[in-house]
T-cell receptor, first 115, second 114 residues
């Protein structure tokens, strides 16, 4: 059973370009979470999605950032017009529909560098 | 709101030394508590968890006990190894419902010398 798969692992973008990060949850998991880890900081929650629905986006920046989890295919975190401050590690996590243990499983992360 | 406070780092120990990493939390209700570990260049791995008061989570020689009275979840290991060098994150999750959103501490870097 493959774990949470993220790609690309490393992405370099120039200021003003768009970044797209993809996440395929574990098999059987229908809940996806995105977290951001800025240098020297802990992970911060960004958004929680279920298939075709955004459930909680309280951690998403108001502009330039969007996320989706379509009926088919991976979840996508999209950052438009990237700036240097967007450089960070972006982690995706997933959990099953019934998660009484509250355990979520993380991917290996996508490291975005904006130059 | 929820918050997690970890002791300041980094921490450097010699191999076979005793390890304690402090973690305290603020939360409404009865959260689940977690320790995650991040090895260099890798993602987060769940190290251990506890879902109710007085539960002890354990894995790979690490232990942590959910202390509701002190709102703490300190991580301990009796004898660390060089391979334990990593960043350790304490986290909590509100219980109930399918949303398992985690609140993380800032993390602490542990370096173990041979």
């Amino acid at each position: 059973n493959a774990g949470v798969m993220q790609n690309p692992r490393h992405l370099v973008r120039r200021r003003g370009q768009e970044a797209r990060l993809r996440c395929s949850p574990m098999k059987g998991h229908s809940h996806v979470y995105w977290y951001r880890q800025l240098p020297e900081e802990g992970l911060k929650f960004m958004v929680y999605l279920q298939k075709e629905n955004i459930i909680d986006e309280s951690g998403m920046p108001k502009e330039r950032f969007s996320a989706e989890f379509p009926k088919e295919g991976p979840s996508i975190l999209r950052i438009q017009q990237v700036v240097r401050g967007d450089s960070a590690a972006y982690f995706c996590a997933s959990s099953p529909p019934s998660n009484s243990g509250n355990t979520i499983y993380f991917g290996e992360g996508s490291w975005l560098t904006v130059v | 709101g929820n918050s997690v406070t970890q002791m300041e780092g980094p921490v450097t120990l010699s191999e076979e030394a005793f390890l304690t990493i402090n973690c305290t939390y603020t939360a409404t209700g009865y959260p689940s508590l977690f320790w995650y570990v991040q090895y260099p260049g890798e993602g987060l791995q769940l190290l251990l968890k506890a879902t109710k008061a007085d539960d002890k989570g354990s894995n790979k020689g690490f232990e942590a006990t959910y202390r509701k009275e002190t709102t703490s979840f300190h991580l301990e290991k009796g004898s660390v190894q060089v391979s334990d060098s990593a960043v350790y994150f304490c986290a909590l999750s509100d219980r109930g419902g399918a949303n398992s959103k985690l609140t993380f501490g800032k993390g602490i870097t542990l370096s173990v010398r041979p």
